[in-house]
Nanobody, 118 residues
Framework: QVQLVESGGGFVQAGGSLRLSCAASGSSFSMNTMGWYLQAPGNQRELVATITSGTITNYADSVKGRFTISRDNAKNVVYLQMNSLKPEDTAVYYC????????????WGQGTQVTVSS
């Protein structure tokens, strides 16, 4: 059974940094796209950043220049380096993975809380 296990969330002051990690286990096939979404209270889940196995990246406008996504394909691990954090970045961050073979399937992590104080 495929699992996405996240780590690295926490509490930080505005201007600080955090690094999130997400490891995919239990799959014999590589994840094609991995990434991060966030969900703030009362809001829908929204994209933060994604990265393909070919390392093509996509970022939400709100995090461009502050967050960097990367991955280790051999380990099926994705990272999110978050710098210059703002109070509005406060949310639960969910790891996302898309597998295309042997059939298309989307996986989600359990979520990790990021809280940025002003």
């Amino acid at each position: 059974q495929v699992q996405l296990v996240e780590s690295g969330g926490g509490f930080v002051q505005a201007g600080g940094s955090l690094r999130l990690s997400c490891a995919a286990s239990g799959s014999s096939f590589s994840m094609n796209t991995m990434g991060w979404y966030l969900q703030a209270p009362g809001n829908q889940r929204e994209l933060v950043a994604t990265i393909t196995s070919g390392t093509i990246t996509n970022y939400a406008d709100s995090v461009k220049g502050r967050f960097t996504i990367s991955r280790d394909n051999a380990k099926n691990v994705v990272y999110l380096q978050m710098n210059s954090l703002k109070p509005e970045d406060t949310a639960v961050y969910y790891c996302y993975a898309l597998r295309l073979t042997p059939w298309q399937r989307v996986y989600w992590g359990q979520g990790t809380q990021v809280t940025v104080s002003s």
